[in-house]
């Protein structure tokens, strides 16, 4: 009798266990967003250097909403050196005005950013000016936070 008390009690702990352990697992919540629409600029920063600046919008079309979202821009083509009269990026971090950071993102929602500095051009004479905007020009979405 004694041993089917307890085999009763360990089982009712098991269920109550199991049942804790499945309520207290939490769905993972995800987060999509997508950059509906970018474009990019060149401004003359001084006599003798270009850059690429970039503006757009993004949208969040995921079911939850997001927080801190960072939004950069990425110059595949570009070269890591300076060479004179060719585009190229800075190998070190982005500086603040290279990000956007849009502070909240409700789903379905629609935000403008724009950060400036994608890429780099760097001139001989006054008169030399770059040919065009550099291939590979992309907006990245660098990180973002899911609102609890």
């Keep these: 009798m004694r041993t089917r ?14 049942l804790c352990l499945l309520g207290c697992a939490r769905e993972e919540k995800q ?10 600029s060149i401004r003359k920063d001084s006599d003798l250097s270009y850059v690429i600046d970039a503006t757009g919008t993004i949208a969040n079309t995921g ?3 997001v ?11 570009c070269g890591d050196q300076i060479i004179n009269a060719t585009w190229f990026v800075s190998d070190v971090d982005k500086m603040p005005n290279q990000i956007d950071v849009i ?9 403008q950013f724009e950060f400036e500095e994608v890429a780099f051009y ?6 030399e000016v770059p040919e065009g905007l550099p291939d590979g020009l ?11």
Aim: hydrophobic share 40%; glycine share 8%; charged share 20%.
């Design 5 to 18: 008390v307890r085999y009763a009690g360990l089982l009712v702990l098991s269920v109550l266990l199991g």
């Design 31 to 40: 987060a999509s967003l997508e950059i509906v629409d970018s474009e990019f």
């Design 63 to 65: 079911d939850v909403d």
């Design 67 to 77: 927080k801190n979202v960072k939004v950069t821009g990425r110059c595949e083509s």
């Design 103 to 111: 502070n909240y993102l409700a789903a379905g929602a629609q935000e």
């Design 122 to 127: 760097s001139a001989q004479t006054g008169s």
């Design 138 to 148: 992309k907006v990245v979405i660098q990180s973002h936070e899911i609102v609890e």
